[in-house]
C-alpha cells in the first residue's frame, strides 16, 4: 500500500514537473490531484489534462457540445463539475470511460433532450445535477445504466410530461428532485422500477389533479412534496402510499378534500394544507399516526361545521397548526386553542346564510365540503368537468354564456366575439378563479361587468380592442391579483379603473400605446400591492416625477418605448425595485448617479441596444454587491465606468460596443481577469485593434504603472516585449487568484446584510394559477 502511495506521488511529482501537465489556463493542485478551469470560456475539455486527476472544475466555460468520448484522457476522475458551460448538447457515449465518477454537475446549462446514452459508462454514479437547464425530453433508458445513483435532480427544466419508464434502471436512488418544471401530467408508470426511492419533490409544477396511480409505484416514498401545483380538490383515495409519512400540499387551491382522500395512506404523520382555500375539513380517515395537521393560510371557518375535526383531532393527539378566519369573535383564534363547545352556529337561519355566501347558487342545503356532483349542467358549446374547470373557446359565441355550474373555478371564454361586455355578464361564477378572455374583439367593458366574481384572481383580457377602461370596469373583483391587458390599444395607464382593486400584484400591458407616465396614474395609493409592472412594448417618452412612486415595486419592464433619458428622478420613490429595463429605448448617455435612488435595492439592470454612446464614470453609483445582473449589449459605447465595485454579479453582458483598448481601459481589463464570469468585450478602437477580444489585447502591458491598484491583487506583466506577442502571457499570480463562484448561501447572506429591510411580497405567485 505504502510502496504503492509512493509510486503515484513520484509519479505525480514527476508529472508535475513537465510543463506542459497543467494546462495553461487551469490551476492544478497536484497533492490533491485536482484541476480548476474556471471561466475561460474553454470551447472543449483541455487536451493536456493530467491522466491521474481526480477531480475536474471546469465551471462557466463555453463547451456548447460534449462530443462523444470527452473526456476519454482523464479516466481515473470521480468529480466533475460543468456547470454554467453553455452546453446544449451531451452526445450519446459522451462520458463512457468515467467509470468511476461519483458526482456530475450538469447544472446551469442548456440541455434539451436527454438521450439514450447520454449517461452511459457512469456506473459509479452517485449524484446527478441537472437542474436548471431546459430539458424537455427524457428519452427511454437515458438512466438505465445508473444503476448506484442515489440522487436525481432535475429541477427547473421544462419538462412538461413524464412517459412510462422514464427513470428505469435507477436501482438505488434514493432521492429525486423534479420541483420547478411545468408537469402536468405524469404517465401511470412513470416512476416504475423504482423500488427503492424514498423522497419525491413534485413542487412548483403544474398538475391540476393528484397523481394517484402513478403515486402506487414508488412504493418505499415517506416523504412527497407536491405543493405549489394547482390542484383545486382531492377525491377519495386520491393518495395511496402505504409507507408515506410527510405529505406536502401546501399553496394550492385546494377548496375541497375528501375526509377519505387519505385513506390509504395509513403511516402519515404529517400533513401539510397551508396556504389553500378550504373552509371546512372533515375528520380524514386513515391515517392513524397523524401527528401534525398544518392548516395554516386557509380561510377556516370555526362554526358547528369544524366540530367534527376538532373533536377528532383532540382524541387522536393531532396538532392543528392555523387559525380561525371567522366568525369574527373567533377570528385568528389558533385552531389548536378553540374548545369544541365554541365552534357552534348560533341559530339555523345563521348557518344557512353563512352557507349560501359560502355556496352560493348551491340550493341542496348539503355541507360546504360536499364533493362535487358528477353531472355537472353546463350552456350549450362549452364543455363543463367535475374539475370545475369550463371551456368555450373559440366556439364563435357573440355573448357571454350563462349558467355555468356554481362551482366553477377556471372559466375560458378566449376567441369568441363578444365586442362588449355589458354590466353583470358573469351571474352565479363566485367561485371563478382564473378568467380567460383573450382574443376576443372587446373594445368596450361596462362597469360592473364582472360583478359576481369576488374570487376572481387572474383576469385575461390580452389581444383585445380596449382603448379605454371605464372607471367602474373592475369593480366587485377585489381578489384581483393578476390583470393581463397587453396588446391591446390602450392610450393612458387605465388608473382609476385600478384604483378599486387593493390586492393587484402584476400588471401586463405591453404591446399598448401609452405615451405617458404621470403621477398617480398607476401607483397610486389603491393598488398598494404592485409589485410587477410590464411596459414594454409601448410609445412611452415622458415619465413624470411621482409617476412611480411606490414602496412595493419590485419589477419594472419599461424596454421597447422611446425613452431619451433614464427616468432617474422618477425612480426616486421606488426603494424597493429590484429589476429594470431600460432595452431598447434611446438613450444615448447615462449621467451620473442615474440608479444612486434604487442602488441598495436593484438586482438586474438591462440596457441593450438603446444607442448608449457614453455612460459617466458614476453612472453605476451605489450599486454595489446587490446587483446581479448587468447587461450594456449592442450599444456604442467607447468607455465603461468601474465595474469592480459589483462582486456580486452572476451575469454580465458587454458585448457589441466598440470599446477603445488603450490604457483608462486598464481597470475593466484587470476586473475581467478577476472575475469568475465569462465577460465577452470587444474592441473597437484603435483600428489596428478592431474586433479584438479585450481580454487578448496585449496593449495594455505597456500601460504606466501608476495606474495600478494599490493592492498587488493582480499583476500584468509589463515587459514591453510582450507587445509583439500575438497573446499575453497572464502571470501565474492572476491565474491563481480566481476567487471561487459565490456560494448561494453566501449570497443570500450579503443581501441580509444591507441596510434597507424589504417588505415581503405576498407568496401568491404560483398559488392558484388554473
Ligand atoms: C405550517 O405552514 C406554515 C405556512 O406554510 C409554515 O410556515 C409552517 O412551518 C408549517 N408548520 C409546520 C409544523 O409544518
Ligand atoms: C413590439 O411590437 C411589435 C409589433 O407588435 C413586434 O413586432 C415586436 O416584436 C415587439 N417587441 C417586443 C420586444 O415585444
Ligand atoms: C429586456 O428588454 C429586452 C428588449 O425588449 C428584451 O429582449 C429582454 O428579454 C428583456 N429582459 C428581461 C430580463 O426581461
Ligand atoms: C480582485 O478580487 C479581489 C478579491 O475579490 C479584490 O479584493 C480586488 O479588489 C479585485 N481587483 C480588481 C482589480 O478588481
Ligand atoms: C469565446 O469563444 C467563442 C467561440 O470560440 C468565441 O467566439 C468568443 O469570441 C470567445 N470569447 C472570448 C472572450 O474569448
Known sequence: MHFYTAAVVLLMLALCLEAGKCPRVCSCDSTKL????LGKNLTEVPPSLDEITVKLDLRNNNLQVLPRGAFVLTPYLTHLNLQRCNIIKVTEGAFRTLGRVVSLNLAYNKIDILYQESFDGLSSLKELHLDHNRVEEVQPGAFSQLGFLNMLTLTHNQLVYIPNMAFQGLHNVKWLRLSHNSLNNLAPEAFAGLFTLSRLNLDHNELQFFPTQTMTRPREVTRLDISHNPMTYLGEESVSMAKLTHLYLDHMSLQDLSDKALSRAPLLSHLDLSHNQLRYLEPLSGPKELTTLNLTGNPVYCNCYMQPLRGWATVGGVKLLGACAGPPHLSDEPLQAVATMDLRCR?????????????????????????PKQKVKCPVNCDCDVTQHATCEGQGHTKVPRGFPSKTQLLDLRSNHFHYLPANSFPGTSQVVSLHLEFCKIHEIEAGAFRAMQNLFYLYLSDNDLTSLDPGAFSGIPELTYLHLEGNRLAQLPGSALAVLPNLFVIHLERNVISKLEPAGLLSSATPKLRELYLTNNTISTIAKGALDSSFLGILHLDSNQLTEVPTSALSQAPNLEELNLSHNSIRWVGQNAFLSVSQSLKRLFLDQMGMEKMSNDALAGLGPGLRALTVRGNQLEQLPDLSPLTGLEMVDLQDNPLLCDCPMLPLRRWMENVSLEV??????????????VREVSVFTSCPESSSPPSEAVTVDPRPSNLKKPKPRLSKASRVKL?????????????????????VAPKKTKKKIL
Open 739 to 759: 476567487r471561487p463562484v459565490k456560494s448561494k448561501d453566501k449570497l443570500a447572506k450579503s443581501s441580509k446584510n444591507q441596510p434597507r429591510k424589504k417588505p
Open 680 to 693: 465577452i468585450a470587444s474592441c473597437g478602437h484603435p483600428p489596428e485593434l478592431k474586433g479584438k477580444m
Open 347 to 371: 341559530s339555523r337561519v345563521e348557518a344557512m346564510k353563512e352557507m349560501l355566501e359560502e355556496e352560493d347558487e348551491s340550493t341542496d342545503g348539503s355541507p360546504p365540503t360536499a364533493k
Open 34 to 37: 485536482t484541476v480548476t478551469c
